[in-house]
T-cell receptor, first 113, second 115 residues
Framework: DTAVSQTPKYLVTQMGNDKSIKCEQN?????MYWYKQDSKKFLKIMFS???????INETVPNRFSPKSPDKAHLNLHINSLELGDSAVYFC????????????FGDGTRLSIL | AQKITQTQPGMFVQEKEAVTLDCTYD???????LFWYKQPSSGEMIFLIY??????QNATEGRYSLNFQKARKSANLVISASQLGDSAMYFC????????????FGEGTQLTVNP
């Protein structure tokens, strides 16, 4: 039983294209996140949604647009992909509150040619 | 603002020995949580252990324990009886009540367990 699942696992595409990554969680959590892990393995928050409401929007280019159709889903759409967007993108979920661990999906490795 | 510092880019340990991975943090939040995650070479992020800022006892989960020293702002992970499967990247992370729900991560420590 996959708790947080994201698709696709790998995404190879050309510069300038538009792509989406989907995420779903079956843990009943009310908060979902997108993190970016760069080539040096550093993880940084991009967005967070609580009960479908955007609560964190870091200084991410507006080419990145998250969408949460319901509490169990958080998708990430990226327009006009650039070389610097190459990274691993992780979806995560948790219950709101600082003592709750975030559960991560397996990541989507995005490679821009 | 929150900051997590992991000063050991790489650590080596012999199988069956214990190892301590260092983590120091900085925050203005009064209430916060500290987490450790493991990322094996396959890439997934695995939650290991949690310590709350008001917890008086150090957290333990199987072979993992967290050496929490609040005054020193440190939250070191201790792995006892290392196994080859413990070879991975380990991340310390923090989440504070005033920072939304985000996790702030350290740069990670690459642990290698030698046979």
């Amino acid at each position: 039983d996959t708790a947080v699942s994201q698709t696709p696992k790998y995404l190879v595409t050309q510069m300038g294209n538009d792509k989406s990554i989907k995420c779903e969680q079956n843990l009943g959590h009310d908060t979902m996140y997108w993190y970016k892990q760069d080539s040096k393995k550093f993880l940084k928050i991009m967005f967070s949604y609580n009960n479908k409401e955007l609560i964190i929007n870091e200084t991410v280019p507006n080419r990145f647009s998250p969408k949460s159709p319901d509490k169990a889903h958080l998708n990430l759409h990226i327009n006009s992909l650039e070389l610097g967007d190459s990274a691993v993108y992780f979806c995560a979920s948790s219950q709101w509150g600082s003592n709750q661990p975030q559960h991560f999906g397996d990541g989507t490795r995005l490679s821009i040619l | 603002a929150q900051k997590i510092t992991q000063t050991q880019p790489g650590m080596f340990v012999q199988e069956k020995e214990a190892v301590t991975l260092d983590c120091t943090y900085d925050t203005s939040d009064q209430s916060y949580g500290l987490f450790w995650y493991k990322q094996p070479s396959s890439g997934e992020m695995i939650f290991l252990i949690y310590q709350g800022s008001y917890d008086e006892q150090n957290a333990t989960e199987g072979r993992y324990s967290l050496n929490f020293q609040k005054a020193r702002k440190s939250a070191n992970l201790v792995i006892s009886a290392s196994q080859l499967g413990d070879s991975a990247m380990y991340f310390c992370a923090m989440r504070g009540t005033a920072s939304g729900s985000r996790l702030t991560f350290g740069e990670g420590t690459q642990l290698t367990v030698n046979p």
